[in-house]
């Protein structure tokens, strides 16, 4: 489907924030495309993003912004065009390398460990940090038990910022679902992320709760000092907490720049509301 | 021309393990249930009409309608007394009953009519057609068989594509939920899946014991597993796959045998699925489905 | 969603842990006792060594169908890798170490290597695939080991160890020995294979699942299992994981199948069939998945009451299926269960 919408560059979003300027970028796509059973899911998506910078990633249903999330993954592998991680191209890359290289995600469609329980789930991610092997871990050596007490821990602290930490030993399944949303973000920090990317974070969520998590989001970009991006339908959060926002339609980049320019501008207007029929 | 001989008591072999696949493959294209009692409802089927020709003297092909009749019933019997409980269950549970169906099936079967045993007459004698002075020979139970598999797909075919029932049971085998929405009754869909993989099961039961006529109470296990087999080689869920896989892994099956080793032909037999397998994940004309992230 | 009081993993998983030690414990104590009191039949004395055989088995395979999540159709393959090369192993032994218990451990720690090779041969491609279609790959692999099995060949002689496939062509010098011999598999075994052994080997296995399920190898099995793409995308090498576990039970099947093997005179490879992959699956999923106490004590029971069944003789098979059924629906179907649980007499004790 050729998008009608025509594509309307506003030029701030290649520009980083002030105090990411001096600083690489986190990262970098450059013409990214993927077709998928025949249509072109995403197609010619540029977007540079700065160290500590927080994006929206908008659209209408169906824009293709989960796509784009999985190209950064690597659940696709791009058709076309490049994605430099901290300067280095993620060609072939597997999901586990670039999560190891520095991206760790959320889900749309909750997935935790639904069995294991809240804090394993974020020791789980932890897995990476810990060197004890397999025979320390039967054998209950030394090493096993000081590295099982630093993961905990740890694990605790970072449930912490977002208040879960008495809810440890509860199997992740049987949270309530706002909990279930939190934890998945606990345990993608859990990996060390350079990028953090949010699919849908306030999904089901009622005022009061996204209103928290707007302060948690806040909380977690001050205390890691790290890049998010995070796709929303709840544009008082993307409007409130994002520097830089970019408006996908039909695979396309079809504007970008500060929530101000973004609110005004005529081609996301056209795409969120439809066009007004001409007399 | 041992070469086309091999080739075709291969393809007639392969036709048997096509019949038992396809009650596989559509079972588990719809519950998306391995029935691993399937190989012994050939047994059953062959019984049947073991006992209606040999014993009450019944023409043979009404000796095979009557299997076929009680196989479909039994084929409903067993599925809404063990398997539609468990439409919810996790498919290991479903698995383990259908194990334990099978068991119970031979062990049935075991009482009823001993372990000794039976020697089963063709169903249409032991004559043969002699080809090029009689170098090639193909007897007349591997013509039938040959030809009653071609029917039988063909039939399927055609009531899959173009019945309301057919287009049910690929809607549900599709999606279960939405089949109901739109006013099919998915019980009754599965039910009559069950039948007419019952029903095919006993004209395999009956072709297979003409080509190889021992009788016992097992006698369905292991053409069930290598019918499974074929079904996951063309990709389970296919029918055509079926088709194709059980061909393939009877020709194999038979060529190995001739030219390998006869002790090894099972092994021949599933090193070649792994390979498949290996190549093509979902099988030789399966769909690779691809989890939504 | 009604409000459920949210259980505490940690605390029942421990209480399980420990519950699981002990109960073996003292079922070993108490076999013991009885068996040196003359109380057990010889019946079931013989059967010991067996069931826990049985029962390393089920928590072998515990490891990859509960806490991997994968279904394996052939374990008994790696059995009775175990069980030819233990035995094998314990022959060439013999005049080596003539202390018959240092000789068993021995020949199983071989046998658990043998069936770990095998393991990890089998997982490289089996691993790769997904679902049903793995559960069909190790079916197929357990016949193709039995199938094997059946036509291998092994002696030993003056100029060392023979090998043949097909037809025994080892051609052994005079006063050489042939110890595998194809379909006759291996007969004149030594049974030196004991219940304090067998206890032994399974206080191991218990002990390796238990601590490997609480480290990070045990955490990212069930990781793998519970969300595959979720593990993926927090840097979980599936693969590796897949195969630790894949390997590991693949060799506490393989010292399980050496020490089933040294209690009997004779052993063929028709002994681990289909059909036995098929009995240590139903142990697993009877007992729970991931559940190893469950598995234990469905291996007992499930060992135990086909012999109790002997005065039934031709029934006892139909029984066997009838109450394979029958639990299967009872433990799964949603009516059925409410319609037991109307007569369990701590129901109201349960909901709260």
């Known amino acids: ?279 | 021309m041992t070469f086309l001989n091999f080739f075709i008591s291969g393809i007639s072999l392969g036709s048997i393990y096509a019949i038992i696949a396809l009650g596989y493959t559509m079972v588990y294209g719809i519950a998306k249930m391995l029935n691993f009692a399937h190989g012994d409802v050939i047994m059953v089927g062959a019984y049947v009409c073991f006992y209606a020709t040999s014993r009450y003297g019944l023409n043979p092909f009404l000796g095979i309608v009557i299997a076929m009749i009680i196989c479909t019933l039994l084929g409903i019997i067993v599925e809404r007394l063990a398997y539609k409980p468990l439409r919810q269950a996790p498919s290991l549970a479903v698995l383990i009953t259908a194990i334990g169906m099978s068991y119970f099936l031979q062990n049935t079967a075991l009482l009823l009519w001993s372990s000794n045993p039976k020697v089963f007459p063709s169903i249409i004698g032991r004559g043969a057609f002699k080809l090029f002075d009689g170098e090639l020979s193909i007897s007349h139970i591997t013509a039938l068989t040959i030809g009653a598999c071609l029917v039988i797909m063909a039939v399927l075919t055609l009531f899959i594509s173009k019945t309301k029932m057919g287009k049910a049971m690929r809607a549900c085998s599709e999606d279960k939920g939405a089949a109901q929405l739109m006013g099919i009754n998915v019980n009754a869909t599965i039910s009559m899946t069950f039948a007419i993989g019952s029903g095919l099961a006993a004209v395999a039961g009956a072709l297979l014991c003409s080509a190889y006529p021992t009788l016992m109470p097992t006698t369905g296990s292991l053409p069930g597993i290598k019918a499974f087999t074929a079904a996951v080689f063309g990709g389970i869920g296919s029918i055509p796959g079926a088709f194709l896989g059980g061909l393939m892994l009877g020709v194999i099956e038979i060529f190995a045998k001739a030219y390998i080793s006869s002790q090894l032909s099972d092994a021949v037999v599933f090193g070649v699925l792994i390979v498949v397998l290996l190549v093509k994940p979902a099988g030789l004309l399966g769909k690779m489905t691809q989890e939504k992230v | 969603m009604t409000m459920r009081r949210l259980i505490n993993l940690k605390r029942v998983e421990a209480r399980r842990i420990y519950l699981t030690y002990a109960i073996v414990i003292a079922a070993y104590i108490i076999c013991q006792v009885m068996s040196s009191t003359k109380f057990l039949s010889s019946s079931m004395r013989g059967m010991l060594v067996p069931i826990c055989a049985y029962m390393v088995m089920a928590v072998s395979l515990n490891l990859v169908v509960g806490i991997l999540g994968e279904l394996s159709l052939g374990h008994a393959g790696f059995m009775s890798v175990g069980a030819f090369s233990g035995v094998a192993a314990a022959v060439l032994m013999q005049s080596v170490i003539p202390f018959a218990p240092v000789r068993l451990a021995i020949a199983m720690i071989i046998a658990a290597v043998f069936a770990a090779a095998a393991g990890f041969i089998i997982g490289i491609p089996v691993l790769r695939l997904k679902g049903d279609y793995l559960a069909i790959v190790t079916l197929a692999f357990g016949e193709i080991i039995k199938s094997i099995l059946n036509n291998f060949y092994f002696g030993i002689d003056s100029q060392g160890l023979q090998f043949s496939m097909l037809t025994d062509t080892t051609r052994l010098l005079p006063g050489g020995k042939l110890i595998i011999k194809g379909p006759m598999g291996i007969g004149g075994i030594q049974k030196i294979a004991t219940f304090p052994a067998g206890f032994i080997l399974l206080m191991i296995s218990l002990m390796i699942v238990f601590n490997l399920v609480n480290s990070r190898s045990g955490r990212a099995f069930m990781a793998i299992r519970d969300d595959r793409i979720a593990a993926e995308s927090i840097g979980l090498d599936i693969t590796k994981y897949k195969m630790t576990a894949f390997v590991m039970s693949a060799a506490l099947a393989g010292a399980a199948g050496a020490l089933f093997a040294m209690n009997y005179s004779t052993i063929v490879a028709n002994k681990f069939d289909f059909n036995t992959s098929i009995l240590i699956l139903v142990f697993v999923v009877l007992g729970g998945q991931g559940n190893m106490l469950g598995g234990i004590i469905a291996a007992a029971v499930l060992t135990i009451l086909p012999e109790k069944l002997r005065s039934f003789s031709e029934y006892r098979m139909l029984l066997y299926a009838i109450v394979l059924i029958v639990m299967m629906l009872a433990t799964n179907n949603a009516e059925i269960k409410e319609f037991i649980s109307r007569f369990n007499p701590f129901r109201h004790k349960e909901a709260e």
């Open chain 1, 1 to 279: 489907m050729k998008p009608k919408t025509k594509y309307v560059p506003v030029p701030s979003m290649s520009i980083l924030p002030e105090r990411d300027a001096e600083r690489a970028p986190v990262l970098e796509c450059i013409k990214l495309g993927i077709t998928l059973g025949g249509i072109k899911a995403v197609e010619d998506f540029n977007l540079t993003i700065g160290r500590t910078e927080i994006v929206g990633l908008i659209g209408p249903n169906g824009a293709g912004k989960t796509t784009v999330f999985n190209l950064l993954t690597k659940v696709y592998q791009p058709t076309t065009g490049t994605i430099l991680l901290n300067g280095q191209d993620t060609h072939g890359m597997s999901t586990m390398q670039v999560n190891k290289a520095g991206i760790a995600r959320t889900f749309q469609n909750i997935r935790l460990f639904r069995n294991l329980s809240v804090i394993d789930n974020v020791k789980t991610a932890m897995n990476n940090d810990m060197r004890y092997n397999m025979v320390s871990a039967i054998l209950r050596l030394p090493n096993y038990r000081r590295e099982e007490v630093a993961a905990h821990r740890r694990a605790l602290k970072l449930l912490s910022i977002f208040d879960m930490q008495n809810m440890a030993d509860v199997p992740a399944g049987s949270l309530p679902y706002g909990a279930q949303r939190r934890l998945e973000i606990v345990r993608a920090l859990a990996t060390n992320p350079s990028l953090l990317l949010l699919d849908e974070p306030a999904a089901g969520m009622n005022p009061s709760e996204t209103a928290d998590l707007m302060d948690n989001i806040r909380k977690v970009h001050e205390m890691f000092q790290i890049a998010i991006i995070l796709i929303e339908h709840d544009m008082s959060l993307v409007m409130n907490i994002c520097e830089g926002i970019c408006v996908l339609n039909f695979g396309h980049v079809i504007a970008k720049g500060t929530p101000d320019e973004i609110q005004s501008n005529p081609a996301v207007i056209e795409a969120y509301l439809g066009r007004k029929k001409e007399a």
